[in-house]
Nanobody, 123 residues
Framework: VQLQASGGGLVQAGGSLRLSCRAS????????MGWFRQAPGKEREFVAS????????RYSESVEGRFTISRGYAENTMDLQMNTLKPEDTAVYYC?????????????????WGQGTLVTVSS
């Protein structure tokens, strides 16, 4: 059971990045998936979640309207398009697979976690 996140990097404020997460077939074929982030000195926080079908999504207030989560074209993949990035978006971003099929915001509802990818937004 593995989740592999990629796509992080350094970007200027106002710019865009696209994160991707690939899950092993057994992990996420019928599970909701999500993104969390953890900034230095802060607790991990929910960013976005997508249902197993891709039809339902949920976002934190801080990213609503700027980020878009989607199931990828390839099986068991998930993407996070991040636009209009702000310095406060700087964090390590983690992808995760939930225990159930519906969108969830609590970290305790997620069973599998990736290793994280660093996003740095400069002012």
């Amino acid at each position: 059971v593995q989740l592999q996140a990629s796509g992080g990097g350094l970007v200027q404020a106002g710019g865009s990045l696209r994160l991707s997460c690939r899950a092993s077939r057994r992990t996420a074929s019928n599970n909701a998936m999500g993104w969390f982030r953890q900034a230095p000195g802060k607790e991990r926080e929910f960013v976005a979640s997508v249902s197993w079908s891709g039809r339902d999504t949920r976002y934190s207030e801080s990213v609503e309207g700027r980020f878009t989560i989607s199931r990828g074209y390839a099986e068991n993949t998930m993407d996070l398009q991040m636009n209009t990035l702000k310095p406060e978006d700087t964090a390590v971003y983690y992808c995760a697979a939930a225990r159930g099929s519906g969108v969830v915001t609590s970290a305790t509802s997620y069973q599998y976690w990736g290793q994280g990818t660093l996003v740095t937004v400069s002012s």
